[in-house]
């Protein structure tokens, strides 16, 4: 028996995604678009007769179309024969095709596995809050089922037998289908260490948005495409919530279908520090701001922070970086990405070894610090520097507006440094 609640928001998410005008699908379906419109309001419900042709036009099974997932729940109701052990870890549970490893016991009830340190796991979300020092992870059935043949017919298929997966390459591709998206709530009755620190690792499509939430509500919520959310591990060492988006088995990463959004709800708008790894295209854009940062883009991802502290850049991509402010930082671009800061202060090491270029658009350096082996620019023309050190080996260009210390200065022929005053 199909439940009827629900259906008219996914006939109304698979036509958009199918590019159809509520017009336009009526006229495929024979009826007018008011009936249409009905259905996706709940003002009405569609002619039974008329359920295979609509699954069909908007490219989903019936199943899918309710909202259901066979295959799934069959994958769920039958157990996998998980190994007792993984490495160093061992079995404390499972549910269907996922199991749960640990290097301490843990008592299962239901889909949760409990810790005496208050750890957590909730199997059928994929979460673990790790409040302690011990190691956790989960391991899927994939991992042990799929082999290489396999993996090319997952891949062909992988687009069926999910519910919210058609249209995954389509570019306005939604991250907010039902059924795929859980919540990390944050209540008062907790007894987790307040968090003020995050370690994030992202592959594929990924967007994350740090904002500020005072009332501290909840921790973080994550979104996408069932891919995605398999691949998704949030765990929480001490006051650090660890975020990953990492490979499970190479037919999910072969195929591409890797596209989700993350919101974290920080506690404090001055948090305590933030390491970010950024491998794809996924961005991240923090509107808090951080006493330490260590940053990394190795694809066309980008980052656009607040304001940071002790700051480290590495950049071995096209993905650029943006600060309103940064205090003492170390910057190295290898890549063709370029880093842009409203206002700089501290200590500033800059090494530009690929095409990438460095703004600074305003601020003042105790001391600069240049290296430059590529064809990057550096524009400071707006910042006053105590001492600078500046050497370019290649072809790129350096503005700097004044110069009040001492100047070491060493150029190659083709490049150009421009100090516009010295006091």
């Not at 090319?152 to 991250?175: C, I, Q, R």
């Amino acid at each position: 028996m199909y439940e009827v609640d629900g259906l008219g928001i996914r006939i109304a998410q698979l036509r958009k995604k199918q590019d159809l005008t509520q017009e336009a699908f009526a006229r495929t379906l024979g009826v007018s678009p008011q009936a249409v419109s009905k259905w996706e309001t709940g003002i009405g419900y569609p002619d039974i007769t008329l359920l295979p042709q609509i699954a069909k036009e908007l490219g989903v099974s019936i199943d899918q179309l309710f909202g259901r997932n066979p295959a799934s729940e069959e994958s769920q109701a039958k157990p996998f024969p998980f190994p007792q052990t993984r490495g160093n870890l061992n079995l404390q549970g499972s549910l269907g095709g996922i199991a749960c490893y640990a290097d301490i016991p843990g008592k299962q009830k239901d889909g949760i596995i409990t810790f005496d340190d208050g750890s957590q796991v909730n199997l059928e979300s994929q979460t673990i809050i790790n409040r302690g020092k011990s190691r956790i992870t989960l391991a899927y059935a994939e991992e042990y089922e799929i082999s290489g043949e396999e993996i090319a017919a997952d891949e062909d298929d992988s687009s069926a037998g999910k519910a919210g997966d058609a249209g995954n390459e389509d570019p306005d591709f939604s991250y907010s289908d039902p059924g795929f998206s859980y919540n990390g709530d944050y209540t008062k009755t907790d007894n987790a260490a307040r968090i003020d620190s995050y370690d994030i690792f992202v592959l594929g499509a990924c967007k994350v948005l740090i904002i500020h939430d005072e009332n501290e509500k909840r921790r973080w919520l994550a979104e996408g495409t069932p891919d995605f959310m398999r691949m998704l591990n949030v765990e929480q060492l001490g006051s650090t919530l660890k975020i990953s988006v990492d490979q499970i088995h190479k037919s999910i990463f072969r195929s591409r279908k890797i596209k989700g959004q993350i919101t974290l709800y920080a506690p404090m708008i001055n948090m305590n520090r933030i390491a970010v790894n950024i491998r794809g295209s996924g961005d991240l854009i923090s509107q808090v701001n951080f006493e330490e940062s260590d940053l990394q883009i190795s694809g066309a991802g980008d980052l656009k922070m607040a304001k940071c502290g002790l700051t480290e850049v590495k950049i071995n991509g096209a993905g650029d970086f943006y600060a309103t402010e940064a205090h003492d930082a170390n910057i190295a671009i290898a890549g063709s990405g370029d880093v842009t800061i409203d206002r700089v202060s501290g200590k500033y090491l800059c090494k530009v070894s690929g095409a990438g270029d460095i703004g600074f658009r305003g601020g003042e350096l105790e001391d600069l610090s240049v290296r430059i082996a590529g064809a990057g620019d550096l524009d400071a023309a707006a910042v006053t520097v105590g001492n600078l050190d500046i050497s370019m080996q290649g072809g790129g260009d350096a503005v700097i507006g004044c110069v009040t210390g001492r100047s070491i200065e060493k150029l190659s022929l083709g490049a150009s440094l421009t100090i516009l005053n010295r006091s």
